[in-house]
């Protein structure tokens, strides 16, 4: 919201992704009206008018919902598919990553890495995960095998004067940093081969200084001038069916659990949004549209 002018947004703008919620109207789909779902529109929709999610009514398409599991209630579901999508295209549709190979997970805390650590472990692979200390416990309560304290030192510091044995097959870059430093400093830490993959550097407000720094170090300085000699890529999710379902019957298993940080009423959606904001969160930040859904 804050990285797009105002303009360009058509009206009314109705803002977000996300969903869970109940079909009205199936219009002659797989779908039954009364059905429970969750789901997303895709991220690239709601610049149209009034087609995001935090609304009473939402136009979906089919193949983007999955029903309810049993096992969450609506409130748990809603803030699942635009992370977890996220993370699971990451680590194995991007990343190719393997049962028993091993990743590190930057931003275990993010909602995008608390997901990538359960899906990743799920999957049989081992994960280190970095986080403030004051979230470690919670890192290693979505099965972290390793943990990371990014405040006590630069985090490429920490993991050079202590690689893996063997290096890392993929490291999954879950906090949109800016700075560079995990990635040019990787070749020791991360195996000829392996994969730096990025959810995309977040700049705060238009930092174009910053954002030609990170154009120079990851796509342009060569080899023989000191440019990083492994693969650096950024992912923006996108829909896939075959996704979805994968993470659906995780969830309905109980092996990846939802994970909300807080819930708002719609009156106060912007206290919400505050919440995001303050880059502290650990879950999802849910929005109830309907005061009466289960939480
Ligand atoms: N490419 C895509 O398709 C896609 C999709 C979804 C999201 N994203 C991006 O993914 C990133 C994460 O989004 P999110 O919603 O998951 O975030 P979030 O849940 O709002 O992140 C909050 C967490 O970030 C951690 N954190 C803050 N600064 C950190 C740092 N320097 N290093 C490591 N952890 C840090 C905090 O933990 P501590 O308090 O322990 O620091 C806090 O728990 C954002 O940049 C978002 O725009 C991209």
């Given at each position: 919201?804050?990285?797009?002018?105002?303009?360009?947004?058509?009206?009314?703008?109705?803002?977000?992704?996300?969903?869970?919620?109940?079909?009205?109207?199936?219009?002659?789909?797989?779908?039954?009206?009364?059905?429970?779902?969750?789901?997303?529109?895709?991220?690239?929709?709601?610049?149209?008018?009034?087609?995001?999610?935090?609304?009473?009514?939402?136009?979906?398409?089919?193949?983007?919902?999955?029903?309810?599991?049993?096992?969450?209630?609506?409130?748990?579901?809603?803030?699942?598919?635009?992370?977890?999508?996220?993370?699971?295209?990451?680590?194995?549709?991007?990343g190719?990553l393997?049962?028993k190979q091993s990743v590190f997970i930057n931003?275990g805390?993010?909602?995008?890495?608390?997901?990538?650590?359960?899906?990743a472990?799920?999957?049989?692979c081992k994960v280190t995960a970095s986080?403030?200390?004051?979230?470690?416990?919670?890192?290693?309560?979505?099965?972290a095998d390793e943990f990371v304290d990014y405040?006590k030192a630069p985090l490429h510091k920490t993991l050079a004067a202590n690689p893996p044995t063997p290096k890392f097959d993929v490291i999954f870059e879950?906090?949109?940093?800016?700075d560079t430093s995990l990635y040019t400093h990787s070749e020791v830490y991360l195996a000829p081969g392996g994969k730096f993959i990025?959810?995309?550097?977040?700049?705060?407000?238009?930092?174009?200084?910053?954002?030609?720094?990170?154009?120079?170090?990851?796509?342009?300085?060569?080899?023989?001038?000191g440019?990083t000699k492994r693969s650096w890529?950024?992912?923006?999710?996108?829909?896939?069916?075959?996704?979805?379902?994968?993470?659906?019957?995780?969830?309905?298993?109980?092996?990846?659990?939802?994970?909300?940080?807080?819930?708002?009423?719609?009156?106060?959606?912007?206290?919400?949004?505050?919440?995001?904001?303050?880059?502290?969160?650990?879950?999802?930040?849910?929005?109830?549209?309907?005061?009466?859904?289960?939480?």
């Amino acid at each position: 919201m804050g990285m797009l002018p105002g303009f360009l947004a058509k009206k009314p703008y109705i803002p977000e992704y996300d969903l869970a919620g109940i079909i009205v109207d199936a219009n002659g789909t797989s779908l039954k009206e009364g059905d429970q779902v969750y789901g997303w529109i895709p991220a690239t929709v709601p610049v149209k008018p009034a087609s995001g999610t935090l609304a009473q009514y939402a136009s979906v398409a089919a193949d983007d919902l999955v029903p309810l599991p049993a096992n969450i209630t609506p409130v748990q579901a809603s803030g699942i598919t635009v992370v977890a999508l996220t993370a699971y295209q990451v680590l194995f549709d991007v990343g190719g990553l393997q049962p028993k190979q091993s990743v590190f997970i930057n931003g275990g805390s993010t909602a995008v890495g608390s997901f990538a650590i359960q899906i990743a472990k799920a999957t049989g692979c081992k994960v280190t995960a970095s986080a403030s200390a004051k979230n470690e416990e919670y890192v290693r309560s979505l099965g972290a095998d390793e943990f990371v304290d990014y405040t006590k030192a630069p985090l490429h510091k920490t993991l050079a004067a202590n690689p893996p044995t063997p290096k890392f097959d993929v490291i999954f870059e879950a906090a949109g940093l800016m700075d560079t430093s995990l990635y040019t400093h990787s070749e020791v830490y991360l195996a000829p081969g392996g994969k730096f993959i990025s959810v995309g550097p977040q700049p705060k407000g238009f930092d174009v200084v910053g954002i030609l720094k990170i154009a120079w170090k990851i796509f342009l300085q060569p080899r023989f001038l000191g440019g990083t000699k492994r693969s650096w890529k950024v992912h923006q999710v996108h829909p896939k069916r075959a996704d979805l379902e994968q993470i659906a019957k995780y969830v309905a298993e109980g092996k990846v659990k939802p994970l909300v940080d807080s819930v708002y009423a719609f009156e106060d959606a912007l206290k919400a949004y505050e919440r995001l904001l303050t880059g502290r969160a650990t879950g999802k930040v849910v929005i109830k549209v309907d005061p009466g859904v289960v939480e």
